[in-house]
């Protein structure tokens, strides 16, 4: 618990930390924040100073953000540069449709990583898996965004096997079934998700492998496969367990960087989540709606930070008695 206690500390004060750089970052871009994008461009000068001091774009720094500081203590993240909305209700759609994109592909990058790598360490021998193995490594030579467009042109404009872009057909949104509308999502969904998770999973899958085989080679395993232990049972026991540890921490630092690479799917298949939504509003110079934006990214990494502390202690719970022992032997010490 008290593991627990610190980690939600720590990963408030990440996620004031970042709200606060990106809050003054923003404001120290140059240029008008009210003349970068069409709306703002049509309005009179009179309703640009209503909205400077609405949101008191000309008073200092420390003044912005004591005010946007006081709104979020009412529970009030502003409304956008741009239309005058409120953008909680914007930054909720896009934030479910984000996760909706980096849940499966996370869960996808695991499963085949841990598949393959696990393959790799134990069967190494056997020359498909070998074949595999590096055919998955080398997609991490390509950048991110060339094997989303490579997916896209080969598989949606070409074969035109899936959607080019888009979260949902909208004839079938509005007069298909609920089984329907569920198969299309997941339609939509498999390009995105899949580059995803074809560029990620080459790392969990290295680092399986290194793991795997060296539990493989372990005195223990050898020990084990001489009094004639099971294959399987010689694997579930003294080379998952051994193995899945380091992986699970690999999986879980993936997750701020599969963020950023979300950015780059959304952008290229036109998903509406919430990275998509970080690059409109720094283009339009929207302040409330990026800072938002990022206050739920941190929120989201914060809880993935301390989701996998939890997990890691589950798949190990050696760490969870290592942190206990470093703290008792600190306060002996003291």
């Given at each position: ?17 970042a ?29 640009r ?6 949101y008191?774009?000309?008073?200092p ?15 009030d ?38 598949l ?25 030579v ?10 896209l042109v ?7 096997w899936?959607?080019v ?32 998770a074809?560029t ?58 599969l963020?950023?690479?979300t ?22 110079r ?17 809880a ?31």
């Amino acid at each position: 618990m008290n593991t627990l206690v610190r980690g939600l500390i720590r990963c408030l004060l990440v996620m004031v930390l970042a709200t606060m750089a990106g809050f003054v970052m923003l404001r120290m871009l140059p240029g008008d924040p009210l003349g970068q994008s069409i709306e703002q461009r049509g309005r009179t000068p009179e309703a640009r100073a209503e909205l400077r001091a609405r949101y008191a774009l000309d008073a200092p720094l420390s003044v912005q953000v004591l005010r946007y500081v006081e709104g979020l203590a009412r529970g009030d993240l502003g409304s956008s540069l741009v239309d005058g909305r409120p953008i909680a209700g914007e930054l909720l759609r896009a934030t479910w449709l984000s996760m909706q994109l980096a849940i499966p592909a996370l869960m996808g990058a695991a499963m085949l990583g841990l598949l393959v790598g696990t393959a790799r360490g134990w069967l190494g021998e056997y020359r498909a898996v070998r074949v595999v193995f590096h055919a998955l490594t080398a997609i991490t030579v390509l950048p991110e965004f060339m094997l989303a467009l490579l997916l896209l042109v080969v598989l949606a404009v070409k074969a035109r096997w899936f959607p080019v872009g888009g979260v949902a057909d909208p004839v079938i949104v509005y007069s298909g079934g609920a089984g329907t509308r569920l198969l299309d999502r997941l339609h939509h969904l498999v390009l995105p998700a899949g580059s995803l998770a074809l560029t990620w999973s080459a790392i969990v899958a290295r680092q399986q492998a290194l793991a795997t085989r060296s539990a493989r080679d372990s005195h223990a395993t050898q020990a084990a496969r001489a009094r004639g232990l099971a294959p399987y049972t010689l694997w579930a026991r003294y080379g998952l367990r051994v193995a899945l540890p380091s992986s699970v921490t690999t999986i879980s630092l993936m997750f701020p960087a599969l963020i950023s690479g979300t950015i780059v799917a959304e952008t290229i298949f036109s998903w509406p989540g919430l990275g998509r939504l970080i690059v409109t509003g720094i283009g339009s110079r929207d302040y409330p709606l990026v800072v938002g934006a990022l206050i739920v990214t941190s929120l989201c990494l914060a809880a993935a930070s301390v989701f996998t502390e939890w997990l890691l202690g589950l798949a190990d719970p050696r760490v969870v008695a290592a942190h206990s022992s470093r703290r008792l032997g600190g306060g002996a010490r003291r």
